[in-house]
């Protein structure tokens, strides 16, 4: 089994940007990585997700603002935020899984942008 922990979240003013960091326990080289996120009464959504093959996929409303990495050395993915918006704030799991079968998840960390 694989434990994922984030970290990186905090406040941040709109436009400003942060990088979240997710360590995994096991190796990370067979695992799909994957960003969700929830919002204050709403459900997660996905944000982004990068393959085995280092392929990359982002939401909509994300694209061109975020990057999503991953150091299979370091066991970590990362989650690189800029021009961050108000409603860019939410809590931040991080998930794992082969296929992209999310079977692994992280505790989550808060992410505050206000003006």
């Known amino acids: 089994e694989v434990q994922l922990v984030e970290s990186g979240g905090g406040s941040v003013q709109t436009g400003g940007s942060l990088r979240l960091s997710c360590v995994a326990s096991g190796s990370t080289w067979r695992y799909c990585m994957g960003w969700f996120r929830q919002a204050p009464g709403k459900e997660r959504e996905w944000v982004a997700r990068i393959d085995t093959i280092g392929l990359t996929y982002y939401e909509d409303s994300v694209e061109g603002r975020f990057t999503i990495s991953k150091d299979n050395s370091k066991k970590t993915s990362y989650l690189q935020m800029s021009s961050l918006k108000h409603e860019d704030t939410a809590t931040y799991y991080c998930?794992?899984?082969?296929?992209?079968?999310?079977?692994?998840w992280g505790q989550g960390t808060q992410v505050v942008v206000s003006s």
């Open positions: 998930a794992a899984g082969v296929g992209c079968a999310w079977d692994y």
